[in-house]
């Protein structure tokens, strides 16, 4: 279906993804977790803002890497519209076959 290579650069790409994806909103969480007891430990005004303000952030950060491995397909469909590739198949199509094989595993 696709070229070789390109199989082997994107089954890398899907595990990566794949880790991100779980890993990090799990880690962010946790430290959201020890943001907020440290809230609710905290006396100070000052400190509780500032951490309120982080745990937002982080939030937000979560959210986001969330969303990356939901996007690169979106990308590379993309990419694929506007640069003509040489390939047998479109990068999507690719990381489609390249997606299935890998949850079929």
């Known amino acids: 279906m ?4 390109m199989k082997m650069v994107l089954s890398i790409i899907v595990q990566v993804l794949d880790v991100i994806h779980f890993f990090v909103p799990v880690v ?19 400190d509780i ?24 397909p979106f990308l590379l469909g993309a990419v694929d519209k506007i640069l003509p590739m040489d390939y ?13 094989s890998q949850e079929n595993k």
């Open 88 to 100: 047998d198949d479109s990068w999507y199509e690719c990381y489609n076959s390249v997606k299935t």
């Open 49 to 72: 803002k500032k951490l309120r303000n982080g745990i937002l952030w982080k939030i937000i950060y979560s959210i986001i890497i969330f969303l990356i491995p939901y996007l690169i």
């Open 2 to 5: 696709c070229n070789s290579d």
């Open 28 to 46: 962010l969480i946790l430290l959201c977790t020890v943001d907020v007891f440290k809230i609710v430990v905290s006396k100070k005004e000052e």
